[in-house]
């Protein structure tokens, strides 16, 4: 079988040259990335598309919410990449980039904060079409050598799904007063390495909760964990907000402190300013999860896109 990953934008180093990187936004990422992982693994059935006209000539397509017009008609496999869209009815397969999905969470102070899981059109009941597969890591990541006491805090994301409050001018004139300096990168998914916390507080939508819609709030199921893994592989302390993506995989603090709003980050932020052994203790932690972590082995990624497309009768091919 002949797979196309669908990505209308066009990408001739991924094609030319696959050691050049380029930096993807959205919908791009969704398709692009994991493209770039299996194509630079040895896999020679695999294809990038960035032309809708040609997708009439693969048998199983790969593709995102925001693209489902161009391929919708067309008598073909379909698979979705489910990021912070909702699901699209029809479909063969889901890949759900969000262990959330396949992991009940009875929190209440989750529920409160995101609203009821699996409601409106965030579900599929039919579950044998879901696989879970690790969105993919951003390329370009580099490790740090934090030092104690912490001092640059580093919000990488988009600015948009940072609350206001803690890119405020007052608020960073604050933090300064104690020796933490925040860093925000609004356009890049990657490090610079000089990194000694890394945070990401996100906003929460009310309308998200009912529609699962632009989904900026990390609605049950859609947002991913790669922040975390993020972390873990930059070898930095991390401050999230409580949210379903990151809370199934967290076991303790140590993986990551919470913080849902500018003065519960700043109290995080000071603990780990104050307690040397909680700051080592969770750059080690991270460390230890190097196993589990698609930062550190893409052959996870791969060994998960053989599970999913033997659910479709397809399967990798290698060189």
């Known amino acids: ?30 398709t692009g990335y994991y ?33 489902y017009e161009d ?15 909702p699901m699209i009815e ?3 397969l889901y890949i759900m980039a969000n262990q959330s999905f396949f992991i009940k969470i009875n929190d209440f102070k989750l529920i409160q904060r995101y609203g009821i899981e699996n409601t409106f059109n965030t579900w599929i009941t039919d579950k044998s079409k879901l696989s879970f597969i690790h969105y993919p890591p951003t390329f370009g990541v580099k490790k740090c050598q934090p030092e104690h006491p912490p001092k640059i805090f580093k919000f990488v994301g988009r600015k948009h799904t ?52 632009n989904n900026n709030s990390g609605k049950y199921g859609h947002r991913t964990s790669n922040r975390l893994y993020q972390s873990w592989f930059m070898r930095t302390p991390a401050i999230f907000n409580n949210s379903p993506e990151m809370q199934c995989i967290r076991s303790n603090e140590l993986d990551y402190l919470i913080a ?14 104050n307690d040397k052994d909680l700051f080592k203790a969770m750059i080690e932690n991270g460390e230890s999860k190097n196993n ?12 998960q896109w053989n599970d999913a497309f033997s659910k479709v009768n397809a399967k990798l091919i290698y060189d």
């Open 90 to 92: 029809g479909c063969h």
């Open 260 to 273: 849902n709003n500018q003065d519960e980050f700043l109290q995080q932020a000071l603990r780990l300013k």
């Open 1 to 30: 079988m002949k797979i196309a990953f669908y990505c209308d934008l066009k990408l001739n180093n991924y094609l030319t040259n696959p050691i050049e990187y380029k930096y993807l936004h959205g919908r791009h990422s969704a």
């Open 162 to 213: 940072n609350i206001s409050e803690i890119q405020s001018a007052n608020f960073i004139k604050y933090c300064e007063k104690y020796d933490i300096n925040l860093i925000f990168d609004y356009e890049n998914d990657a490090n610079s390495g000089d990194e000694d916390v890394y945070f990401c507080i996100r906003n929460v939508l009310d309308v998200c909760k009912l529609t699962g819609k």
């Open 71 to 85: 391929i919708k008609s067309l008598n073909k496999i379909k698979i979705q990449v489910v990021t912070d869209r």
């Open 292 to 303: 589990l972590n698609p930062y550190h082995n893409l052959a996870i990624i791969i060994d």
């Open 35 to 67: 493209f770039w992982i299996l194509k630079n693994s040895g896999i020679k059935n695999v294809y990038l598309v960035q032309d809708k006209n040609d997708l009439i000539n693969y048998d199983v397509i790969v593709f995102h919410y925001d693209n």
